[in-house]
Nanobody, 117 residues
Framework: VQLVESGGGLVHPGGSLTLSCEASGFTFSSSIMKWVRQAPGKGLEWVSSVFGLLGETYYADSVKGRFTISTDKTKGTLYLQMDNVRSEDTAVYFC???????????WGPGTQVTLSS
């Protein structure tokens, strides 16, 4: 299993950014994929999940209405569209694969998102 994130960088408050995660080594189309983040000096925070088979999506309250999780099954790629970003969105964002609703089996190395004023 390999998960490789990209798309992180500097973004202004209120701006937008799209994170991507290229996945390989497993059946992406039927997998449960999740974005998890870790802000400086803080613990891990679950951000969003997508259930591959039915396409159900879930969001943390902190990002609901601003972030959108999606997949391109033809490319084996997971996305996180981040809109109206806030200072508290500064974090390392990890692409992860779970085997169920609450667990995580595999992690990508992460990509840094930093709010810049």
């Amino acid at each position: 299993v390999q998960l490789v994130e990209s798309g992180g960088g500097l973004v202004h408050p209120g701006g937008s950014l799209t994170l991507s995660c290229e996945a390989s080594g497993f059946t992406f189309s039927s997998s449960i994929m999740k974005w998890v983040r870790q802000a400086p000096g803080k613990g891990l925070e679950w951000v969003s999940s997508v259930f591959g088979l039915l396409g159900e999506t879930y969001y943390a309250d902190s990002v609901k209405g601003r972030f959108t999780i999606s997949t391109d099954k033809t490319k084996g790629t997971l996305y996180l569209q981040m809109d109206n970003v806030r200072s508290e969105d500064t974090a390392v964002y990890f692409c992860t694969k779970g085997s169920g609703k609450y667990d995580i089996e595999f992690w990508g190395p992460g990509t840094q998102v930093t709010l810049s004023s």
